[in-house]
């Protein structure tokens, strides 16, 4: 076994003296805030000190087990086979550590005054995507060997009695020989050298839902090696396990408060896979033919141990688990069973997250060919900038990737709903244009749905398109004057932030929510209603600010320090797509409290007859509705009919857009009584969700107060 000591490999001993052996770096680090910035690079170099330690440990166990076992000089020498059999279960930690000691020779620059203390850390976010990488990998390479070292140790201490055990059994025969007496020739022994170590039990059981979607992620790019469930491959199936283990609720500290005893949910996931590939490892067929003393049966019983130890932290109720319906929230990237290939160190994809960014939509593109496959990708940086980015890929040729980006601030660029042009103006019906205002730079995205359009348009603007439908006729108080009626595309918003995918917030990958046939369950008032409160879950964001639901907290500061600030939850949204003077528009109304259906002014013979009309109206005053128009007429002014005026947080435009005078209602004219219906049910369910959001913000509220009149 190649020895593994600082000497071999200088990263170890470069982090270990840099690190932690200067007591002036941490020292400047507590009196200098704004290095903590830098912190992932100290917890990079205490994993590599942790992985050293444990990697001195396997020599000096081998060494102590062979310096304690007795020697036979008649027998020929044989190889060690027990270097093979760790090495072989341990897998190829060198190739991290060489990256790992590169990577720390190119990237420290530390700069030092007289007195040593560090005054500048060179860090780019590329530099920093690559410590994820390999914390990732030296994470993974600690947890197995910290779980190999046990039983490996536990083998040779029990090779070494079987082997005392044998020269007993040698010495009696000679002895007996010498003696011209019958020797005493004590029968084999038929203790499992591993008999009485501690078996763990689960205290736990998978739901059956999640164990499906295992069970349908094991066929999903599984290695070359694998035939079937009854026979996992035992190598890859056991650095499954323990990558996830890895990734697991060993990561997680609960808090004091109860709301802080709940993992991460793709924690407490790869808990419950860890614990399935476990069970379908112990009844393969190469796992049973292993042999009772064999190091694999060890290693296989303390990961038992270990993943019960963490199950009891819940028994104990030192944790709480998140509830079976959001852990099946979380997207099929999250139940993959197989430990897939680690990204390269160097550059990353441009559809890969950066550093602070959130991966909020992944949606398939219309293919470019019969072999070329598109998506875009959006990462979110703020509220109203993001990161699309088009990747173009060949089925056929893996080296082929295309990629292009473009950085969207929605209040210098323009999101021109394309999609809602009338059909001979329209290039496509699932198009959306990205119009920058400075540089005059048009950026096109074709879709392959409509509710991919609305997806996109969800991400950008942060509203969810609820409902929408078209050819609608429109009036301001029943009037037939030019600008005061016409036809229009209609949308009805509710805000929605999409929330980061990696916490599963967004349930199915979106593409497929879009076009499933569900879709029109999950929009009808029924679902909306029974679902609203349990999609109310509290998720971190960066910059700072949760969201719940339409509703946030911001974090503030003031002379008193840093405080939360519950806000309420936003009024839902009518949009009218509507041409005006020759020029594309919009027509804006805030749906709030005060906003109803009047049933008494669509004109109506009898309450009877098939009604086709709806009439809106403010019950106290005149009804406010907003109205943007484009710059220029058709085609010219396309680029300037920017429908990010109207998101959410608000655009720095919405003060200044025109606002209708002596409006005293609205009126919408349908095609036909049942499309009328439809409008006034899909108006109804939103009013619903909006008073559900209000009892849950006025809840918050209460508890808050309460709270903080307990605290003082």
Not at 180 to 203: I, K, M, N, Q, Y
Not at 410 to 415: P, Q, V
Not at 433 to 462: C, E, F, P, Y
Not at 668 to 689: P, T
Request: hydrophobic letters at 35%; aromatic letters at 6%; proline letters at 5%.
């Amino acid at each position: 076994m190649e020895q593994v000591s600082e000497t071999n490999y200088p990263v170890l001993s470069g982090a270990k003296k840099l690190l932690f052996e200067e007591p002036t770096l941490q020292n400047c680090l507590d009196a200098n805030p704004s290095l903590r910035l830098d912190s992932q690079y100290l917890e990079f170099g205490q994993d590599i000190k942790a992985l050293a330690d444990t990697l001195q440990c396997l020599p000096r166990i081998i060494q102590n087990a062979e310096s304690q076992s007795p020697q036979r000089p008649w027998n020929k020498p044989e190889d060690d086979y027990r270097a093979a059999q760790v090495v072989q279960a341990a897998g190829d930690f060198n190739g991290t550590l060489k990256e790992c000691q590169t990577l720390l020779d190119n990237n420290t620059r530390f700069r030092t005054d007289a007195n040593r203390f560090v005054r500048n850390v060179q860090w780019s976010l590329g530099v920093e995507r690559d410590v994820g990488i390999l914390r990732d990998r030296v994470r993974f390479h600690l947890v197995k060997l910290g779980i190999l070292l046990k039983p490996f140790e536990i083998q040779l201490l029990s090779e070494i009695r079987q082997e005392l055990h044998h020269l007993r059994q040698d010495v009696a025969e000679i002895k007996g020989l010498l003696t011209a007496r019958d020797g005493f020739v004590p029968a084999a022994s038929t203790h499992d050298p591993l008999e009485g170590s501690t078996r763990g039990g689960f205290s736990g059981q998978i739901p059956e839902a999640v164990a499906h979607r295992f069970e349908q992620a094991l066929s999903d790019c599984p290695p070359a090696s694998y035939i079937g469930t009854l026979n996992l491959p035992l190598q890859a199936a056991t650095d499954a396990l323990v990558y996830h283990f890895s990734r697991s609720t060993i990561e997680y500290n609960p808090g004091l408060d109860l709301n802080q005893r709940v993992p991460k949910v793709p924690q407490y996931l790869n808990l419950l896979k860890s614990q399935w590939i476990l069970e379908k490892l112990e009844n393969s067929s190469e796992v049973k033919s292993q042999a009772s003393y064999s190091l694999w049966n060890g290693y296989l019983q303390e990961l038992r141990i270990n993943i019960s130890k963490e199950f009891e932290r819940f028994d104990s109720q030192k944790l709480e688990a998140p509830s079976e319906d959001v852990v099946l929230l979380l997207d099929d990237r999250s139940y993959s069973i197989w430990r897939t290939e680690t990204p390269a160190i160097g550059p990353a994809p441009l559809a890969e997250q950066g550093p602070a960014e959130e991966t909020i939509l992944e949606l398939e593109l219309p293919d470019s060919s019969a072999t070329r496959q598109s998506s875009l990708t959006v990462h979110r940086r703020s509220f109203i900038e993001f990161r699309l980015v088009t990747t173009i890929v060949d089925k056929h040729n893996k080296d082929f990737r295309h990629e292009k980006e473009i950085v969207v601030n929605t209040d210098a660029s323009a999101i021109v709903p394309v999609y809602a042009l009338p059909s001979q103006e329209s290039p496509s019906p699932s198009n959306i244009l990205i119009s920058n205002h400075h540089v005059r730079d048009l950026n096109w995205q074709t879709l392959k749905t409509s509710g991919d359009v609305d997806l996109l348009q969800q991400a950008l603007l942060g509203y969810r398109v609820f409902h929408s439908m078209s050819d609608i006729r429109w009036s301001i108080n029943g009037s037939n004057k030019p600008g005061e009626t016409g036809q229009a595309r209609m949308q009805l918003w509710q805000h929605k932030t999409l929330r980061d995918l990696s916490q599963g917030e967004n349930g199915l990958r979106l593409h497929q929510l879009a076009s499933s046939a569900s879709e029109s369950q999950l929009q009808s008032p029924v679902h909306e209603a029974e679902q609203a409160q349990g999609q109310r879950r509290m998720t971190t964001l960066s910059g700072s600010t949760i969201i719940s639901g339409p509703s946030m907290t911001s974090k503030v500061t003031g002379p008193r320090g840093q405080a939360t600030v519950l806000l309420p939850p936003n009024p839902s949204v009518l949009v009218l797509f509507i041409t005006h003077e020759g020029k594309h528009a919009f027509l804006h109304v805030e749906l709030t409290r005060d906003v109803v259906v009047d049933q008494n002014k669509c004109n109506c013979r009898s309450e009877r007859e098939p009604c086709s009309t709806t009439v809106i109206r403010n019950v106290h005053k005149g009804l406010k509705i907003r109205r943007y128009c484009a710059r220029e007429s058709s085609d010219q002014g396309l680029a300037t009919w920017d429908l990010a005026v109207f998101r959410h947080p608000q655009h720095p435009k919405f003060n200044g857009v025109e606002i209708l005078a002596k409006v005293k209602y609205l009126r919408l004219d349908f095609l036909s009584a049942a499309l009328n219906s439809e409008f006034q049910a899909e108006l109804s369910a939103l009013e619903k969700i909006r008073g559900l959001d209000l009892k849950l913000y006025n809840k918050a509220l209460v508890e808050r107060r309460n709270r903080d009149g307990k605290v003082s």
